[in-house]
């Protein structure tokens, strides 16, 4: 039986640290370099926390190190409690900060009205400290239920998974306006890498066209996506906002199918605090606004 009440062990934070910065460091050596510690009392920690919870934590490879399920299931608390930690102090020594909501997005949402949504959420709630994460849209949902973040905004096929709010996201096919590749044979395409949003719809539309293809060039970056386009390595698939002067806009003209099975979605716990459901409602109204071309009105 397990142990309850006041006989159950407390975790020790510099037990959670030191597994934290072993899987994030990716081994013993560099995580005691972190942490001004050396590798063996960072191995003892390890023990000391597979001893409490019962469980190994650690598979120690001959190249890397890995959490095992059960680390993985506890990395994400451990990270949870540390932040809590590292909050409780910063309250303790004075910092006007009463709670932390940690944001995932896109990258081609940091540099759009959102940076400006995020800017008038602080004004209006000054005690909030927000922790910004971007990525791959298949990351930042791993970290999301893996308990490292708060509130999502991701794209996603339609209804692929349930969400506090959804929209459309409007895509466009685009070439080089300067360099057009289109008519090149076979067609060579930019994408993300495998399993990335947008790869498998432009390899199906071209096929479909009975058009041969190419892998031209592949970035993990938006940014990346957008400039490979406009020096014409190739055509690719990406939401219409994000597109710029140095992109043809693509379509029916050209024989490439309208691809209207995306939307963008945002994701809280249902019992998430009053704080992280205003930012969602925030987020919410400005994709609402974008979608009606409507101006940003601000928080009310």
């Not at 896109?106 to 400290?129: C, G, I």
Request: hydrophobic content about 40%; glycine content about 8%; proline content about 5%.
């Amino acid at each position: 039986m397990k142990p309850d009440g006041p006989h159950r062990p407390l975790l020790d934070p510099d037990l959670l640290k030191a597994i934290v910065a072993v899987v994030d460091c990716g081994g013993f050596t560099a995580a005691a370099a972190r942490l001004h510690s050396t590798q063996s009392t960072v191995s003892q920690k390890i023990r000391r926390l597979e001893d409490l919870v019962g469980h190994r934590l650690l598979e120690r490879g001959s190249r890397e190190i890995l959490p095992t399920d059960a680390g993985q299931a506890l990395l994400g608390h451990a990270r949870h409690l540390l932040a809590l930690n590292d909050q409780i102090l910063d309250v303790m020594a004075g910092a006007a900060v009463g709670a932390i909501v940690r944001l995932g997005v896109p990258e081609d949402f940091v540099a759009s009205r959102a940076t400006q949504v995020l800017a008038d959420f602080s004004r209006h709630h000054p005690q909030v400290k927000l922790e910004i994460t971007s990525g791959l849209c298949s990351g930042l949902v791993s970290s999301y239920d893996r308990g490292e973040l708060d509130l999502i905004l991701v794209k996603q096929r339609r209804h692929s998974r349930a969400a506090v709010a959804c929209r459309p996201e409007t895509l466009a096919w685009i070439d080089s306006a300067r360099h057009p590749c289109l008519r090149a044979d076979p067609v060579p395409l930019v994408t993300f890498p495998p399993r990335g949003l947008y790869r498998e719809d432009i390899i199906r539309a071209i096929e479909a066209m009975g058009r041969n293809w190419r892998i031209a060039y592949t970035c993990s970056s938006l940014n990346g996506i957008q400039h490979a386009v406009a020096a014409g390595l190739g055509i690719s698939l990406l939401p219409l906002r994000t597109v710029t002067r140095d992109h043809a806009v693509l379509g029916a003209r050209e024989g490439l199918p309208t691809v209207d099975d995306y939307e963008i979605a945002l994701f809280h716990r249902p019992a998430a605090d009053v704080t992280v459901q205003a930012l969602a409602r925030a987020l919410a109204d400005m994709l609402d606004e974008e979608r009606h071309g409507t101006g940003h009105r601000g928080l009310s």
